[in-house]
């Protein structure tokens, strides 16, 4: 079974500057899909971006961007320009691209910004 | 609807007692999911249904748990005989199919607290 791990509980962050939350998984497969969802604390999860496993480029959203590296199963996050309403839970999550469609997620990190 | 509702959005019980929840899916969205999410933790899957096949129960994590899914719509996860441990945030969220992108709606939430 595919595992997620997140590493760190907790982050704390300047507003304006720049954080990045690690994420490693453990899988055999070679076609999977790998997410970073946004919790509020309305408890909405909200989909930030996405990467194919099959794609090279890192994938990027406006202030946040990824760097995966397949070799080493790591797929972190990185928020620029860091805003107050960046504040939430983050989750990192693995979908494999064979055996349906749920999500396998990582224990979270709680991104912290200070003004 | 226009997003994924759930109800109640908090509901406290006593130990022993019989509880249900509810999803609204997406309209159109064929794949339904059910996760738990205990208190600083991460998503714990439950269970899945796509259309008319089989759900995916592989998550349940006793036989006082199970789900239903009226007209390939509506979901209610009912919890037997509740227990203290199973308080949490459950949360539904549902997709197209096949979801390549991986993509799931989440819902607010529904936050079961047993006395």
């Known amino acids: 079974a595919q595992t997620v791990t997140q590493s760190q509980p907790e982050m704390s962050v300047q507003e304006a500057e720049t954080v990045t939350l690690s994420c490693t998984y453990d899988?055999?497969?070679?076609?999977?899909?790998l997410f970073w969802y946004k919790q509020p604390p309305s408890r909405q999860m909200i989909l930030v971006i996405r990467?194919?496993?099959?794609?090279?480029q890192n994938a990027t959203e406006n202030r946040f961007s990824v760097n995966f590296q397949k070799a080493a199963k790591s797929f972190s996050l990185k928020i620029s320009d860091s805003q107050l309403g960046d504040a939430a839970m983050y989750f990192c999550?693995?979908?494999?691209?064979?055996?349906?469609?749920?999500?396998?997620f990582g224990g979270g990190t709680r991104v912290l910004v200070k003004p | 609807g226009a997003g994924v509702s759930q109800s109640p959005s908090n509901k406290v019980t006593e130990k022993g007692k019989d509880v249900e929840l509810r999803c609204d899916p997406i309209?159109?969205?064929?794949?339904l999911y059910w996760y738990r999410q205990s208190l600083g933790q991460g998503l714990e899957f439950l269970i899945y249904?796509?259309?008319?096949?089989?759900?995916?129960k592989s998550g349940l994590p006793s036989d006082r748990f199970s789900a239903e899914r009226t007209g390939g719509s509506v979901s209610t996860l009912t919890i037997q005989r509740t227990q203290q441990e199973d308080s949490a945030v459950y949360l539904c969220?549902?997709?197209?199919?096949?979801?390549?992108?991986?993509?799931?709606?989440f819902g607010e939430g529904s936050r079961l607290t047993v006395l």
């Open positions: 969220a549902s997709s197209s199919y096949p979801a390549r992108t991986g993509e799931l709606f």
């Open positions: 899988t055999s497969e070679s076609d999977y899909y």
């Open positions: 990467q194919e496993a099959y794609k090279q």
């Open positions: 999550a693995y979908r494999s691209g064979a055996a349906g469609n749920k999500l396998t």
């Open positions: 309209s159109g969205h064929t794949a």
């Open positions: 249904f796509q259309g008319n096949s089989a759900p995916d």
